[in-house]
């Protein structure tokens, strides 16, 4: 029987604030293929090293090998190229993730085909075709190729540049569960028990981003807010728990913007006994969403404070305000809710007055955890287009947080220094108040 593999291309680091969840990308990728028959094998590269990946995929032996690509693992996915081509000079090539749905003809010289946007329905009926057909990775133009949304093809005078689509909410209702059992989970479940006594994974509710932050991109999911039916959603919840987890992150980037959601989720959450965390928006939060969030088994939440001066977030473009990122973490914090917030120091156009505003904003604020990083220009965002000196080329691997990828006016070492004189001032208060 022919075989896909699907490669997820990061090895883990062991930095202090990592956090490992398996790649959920490739678990809905996986469950469509089996869904048509296919046999589909999911190589998690998190903790195995090169050659052990190299040694277990060319002992599979498949037909086509997908591989993820984001910015941080450009390297690797190219040195995963190469090893398969090598090693199975046979196979079909594609790229896929949110570096190469950007600037898919940087991939072209190396696979064979490119992948672009969401593509959960376009790239297991190409893979069943491709098989069924028996062509060769020279004969892609014997089958139909413009039929396929998202498929981009530049290489030997063959050229395809097929529009990318969004699913609508009914055909993410028709999908199959991720397909989770390639993974290590007790290697999961080890690392974050040691870290925070629990066991968790990552599960996504809602798909897609309705705003334009300066600093964002959003290559895969584009801007159409669509939300999964709840029905699906327990069932995988039940998976999940059956794969030995406790504990929930909801990947979401607006798993509170849709506040009827969010209550009808809470109120099938509550009585369930399985904790979880959020990422948050700061806006129409209130006491009562905040005590059924609770209720429900929220044990922290993650706020994008960003800043902490009002001319800055205009900069950001965050459509929020001061005074709506004070009032979501004293209403989460009231509750008993953790919360952690995300800060931006060193932004364009941002004054060293602005910056030492946002270390004392941080301060202030009733929070669990704070994070500084300088500004990260992804792909696809304006931001990353304004810049200057960036190399577009790159692979942002770089761990260090006061590390800038262009020309920057602040002194990085500057930043760094007040990073951590805040951070060890926030410490010193934590501190003082749990005596």
């Known amino acids: 029987m022919p075989r896909v593999a699907l490669v997820y291309p990061y090895f883990r680091t062991k930095s202090a604030n990592e956090l490992l969840f398996p790649p959920l990308g490739a678990a809905s990728l996986a469950s469509q293929l089996i869904a048509l028959g296919m046999e589909t094998r999911i190589f998690d590269c998190t903790f195995e090293t090169f050659e052990g990946i190299q040694k277990k995929i060319r002992s ?25 081509r090598t090693s199975l000079p046979g196979c079909l090539l594609v790229a896929g993730g949110p570096l190469p749905t950007l600037y898919p003809e940087q991939y072209c010289g190396t696979f064979d085909v490119v992948f672009r946007g969401e593509v959960d329905l376009s790239f297991p009926r190409f893979c069943k075709d491709f098989f069924s057909s028996k062509v060769t990775r020279e004969q892609l133009i014997l089958i139909p190729l413009e039929s396929y949304p998202g498929l981009f093809i530049r290489r030997d005078g063959l050229q395809m540049e097929n529009p ?72 995988e919840i039940k998976q999940i728990r059956r794969l030995g987890y406790d504990s929930l992150w909801i990947a979401d980037d607006n798993f509170t913007l849709d506040l009827t959601y969010l209550k009808d989720f809470c109120g099938r959450m509550s009585g369930q006994k399985m904790e979880w965390s959020c990422l948050s928006r700061v806006t129409r939060i209130d006491g009562e969403i905040t005590e059924m969030m609770k209720a429900a088994g929220c044990r922290r939440v993650y706020l994008g404070l960003e800043t902490g001066n009002q001319e800055t977030l205009r900069l950001m473009k965050k459509q929020a305000s001061l005074e709506d990122g004070k009032n979501a973490v004293q209403l989460f914090h009231k509750s008993g809710i953790e919360v952690a917030a995300f800060f931006i120091v060193g932004y364009p156009g941002e004054t060293l007055p602005a ?59 500057w930043l760094q220094r007040r990073i951590n004189e805040t951070m060890l001032a926030f410490a010193e208060k934590k501190n003082g108040s749990t005596k």
């Open 60 to 84: 599979y032996q498949p037909d086509i090998v997908g591989i993820y690509s984001m910015v941080t693992l450009s390297r690797n996915t190219f040195r995963m190229a190469d090893m398969v």
């Open 164 to 235: 990318t689509i969004h699913y609508h909410d009914e055909q993410l209702e028709s999908f199959p569960l991720p397909y989770r059992d390639d993974f290590d989970h007790a290697a999961y479940q080890e690392v974050w028990s040691r870290q925070t006594g629990s066991k968790t994974t990552s599960i996504i509710l809602t798909l897609g981003c309705p705003f334009s932050c300066d600093f964002c991109s959003r290559p895969i999911f584009g801007n159409l807010f669509r939300r999964r039916k709840l029905d699906q959603v327990f069932e």
């Open 355 to 413: 910056i030492e505003d946002t270390f004392r904003y941080s301060l202030e604020l009733p929070l669990d955890a704070i994070s500084f990083n300088v500004p990260f220009p992804l792909p696809g965002s304006p931001l990353f287009e304004r810049v200057s000196k960036l190399d577009k080329q790159m692979d942002w691997n770089e761990e260090n947080e006061v590390t800038f990828v262009y020309e920057s006016e602040f002194d990085p070492r």
